[in-house]
């Protein structure tokens, strides 16, 4: 069992940065591979990053490339997503999710095992 909690979200003006953070609670943590998901109002939620159970591999969807990036403290149980040269478009509210399975990665949130209850990014033009 995974508990995760986001925390850091806002409001930033265009071409700002935000850092998401999402503390996960549970022994196991470090076998999991972690995910950030975003879903804006009346959109479907869509997949953000990953990154493995060592943080040694990221993946990033092609609208956030070059611009967000994933990170995990294994020894601290806790995820991170810096957020540079943000767009109104990532408006969203951004979720923490948990993978138990394999092989990695994962893009589908239907494939992800715990959640996090999300936090607020609003980028203002």
């Known amino acids: 069992q995974v508990q995760l909690v986001e925390s850091g979200g806002g409001l930033v003006q265009a071409g700002g940065s935000l850092r998401l953070s999402c503390a996960a609670s549970?022994?196991?943590?470090?076998?999991?591979?972690m995910g950030w998901f975003r879903q804006a109002p009346g959109k479907e939620r869509e997949f953000v990053a990953t990154?493995?159970?060592?943080?040694?591999?990221?993946v990033y969807a092609d609208s956030v490339k070059g611009r967000f990036t994933i990170s995990r403290d294994n020894a601290k149980n806790w995820v991170y997503l810096q957020m540079n040269s943000l767009k109104p478009e990532d408006t969203a509210v951004y979720y923490c999710a948990a993978d138990a399975g394999s092989p990695f990665p994962h893009y589908s949130a239907r494939e992800y095992d715990y959640w996090g209850q999300g936090t607020q990014v609003t980028v203002a033009s």
């Open positions: 990154i493995n159970w060592s943080g040694r591999r990221t």
């Open positions: 549970g022994r196991i943590f470090s076998s999991y591979a």
